[in-house]
């Protein structure tokens, strides 16, 4: 199963919400980055139900991400020509959605099934961490806001996109396709970069605004420096290693480690990868006392362009 976070919280389906009156909906695509900001043309989604986003590295090897075939196409005297409705089918399976041809990451708002409690979930791909969900109250309507981090190496990418994700009435999906995207700066470690992805529907009635009902997806990108090799000293209060252990990237979520009963502090101990200035040791201490239960994230790279995050939980 692709999918492994989902968050949820307590909503009517406010996403299909419909009354009378007249309706406009606005998408927009809010790039953050160094204090810029980057707008997409007004589009119509036709009714249809903005539910996410979809995140796309350029240049990992599939065609579309490679040729944006959305863009053009080629007539039948060969000539090149702009396509008008730039838009790409999808397919919901094993709790997320994917798209023929092109290889990425879904996160979004998608209706729980098979479920007592009737709601929506945010769900999120691998590679996503700090995934949540929340309502905001506006004073004619609600916003509901989705927000979700995503790690890769440094050193390897230079640029994303996010395509709006949108649901038909019959529960097929599509996204629309942008030639708009973040470019990834000198590629230092712990930089960030954000875009947030939204729609707003407004219902009005003599010009008064009734309903407002907005949804948006805010994707972070952050770059870390991955985990070549692990290593854990058990340390006693002399100060001298009792036990020495590497974590070896099993491709789990969590790793439970018990310290023996005699240590008195973890000596974590990660050799980060950097083309730029070498491998190097980034080291972090956990004291037992008063505390005796520790997690730790370790960034190990991923099996695709993220990073594989690995917790380890740490016990006495």
Excluded: W
Excluded at 37 to 55: M, N
Excluded at 169 to 179: E, H, K, Q, V
Excluded at 277 to 303: A, L, M
Aim: glycine share 8%; charged share 30%.
């Amino acid at each position: 199963m692709r999918r492994k976070n989902r968050r949820y919280f307590k909503a009517i389906d406010k996403l299909s919400a419909r009354r009378g009156g007249v309706i406009i909906c606005l998408l927009l695509l809010l790039v953050q980055l160094m204090g810029c900001s980057l707008a997409l043309p007004e589009q119509k989604s036709g009714g249809d139900e903005f539910c996410g986003a979809y995140l796309v590295f350029p240049g990992d090897g599939s065609s579309y991400n490679e040729l944006s075939s959305l863009d053009f196409t080629v007539n039948s005297k060969g000539e090149i020509i702009q396509k008008k409705d730039k838009t790409l089918e999808g397919s919901y399976d094993n709790d997320t959605v994917n798209f023929e041809g092109i290889d990425g990451y879904f996160i979004g708002f998608l209706k729980e099934e098979n479920k007592d409690d009737k709601g929506i979930g945010l769900i999120a791909d691998d590679g996503f961490i700090d995934v949540s969900a929340q309502v905001k109250v506006l004073d004619s309507g609600n916003e509901d806001i989705g927000e979700g981090t995503f790690l890769i190496p440094a050193d390897t990418m230079s640029s994303f996109r996010a395509y709006p994700v949108y649901r038909r009435a019959d529960g097929s999906f599509y996204l629309i396709n942008s030639t708009q995207g973040v470019h990834i700066g000198d590629g230092t470690a712990d930089s960030e970069y954000s875009m947030t992805i939204g729609t707003s529907l407004l219902e009005t009635m003599d010009k008064q605004t009734t309903n407002a009902q907005k949804t948006s997806i805010k994707i972070t990108v952050r770059l870390v420096d991955p985990v070549k090799k692990l290593v854990l000293k058990e340390m006693n209060e002399q100060d001298e290693v009792i036990v020495t252990t590497e974590i070896k990237n099993n491709k789990e979520k969590k790793i439970p480690y018990k310290v023996m009963a005699k240590t008195s502090y973890v000596l974590v101990e990660e050799t980060l990868s950097n083309k730029e200035k070498g491998d190097y040791i980034k080291r972090s201490v956990f004291s037992f006392g008063k505390e005796n239960n520790y997690t730790h994230q370790c960034n190990f790279p991923g099996e695709k362009a993220d990073i594989g995050v690995l917790t380890l939980e740490f016990s006495k």
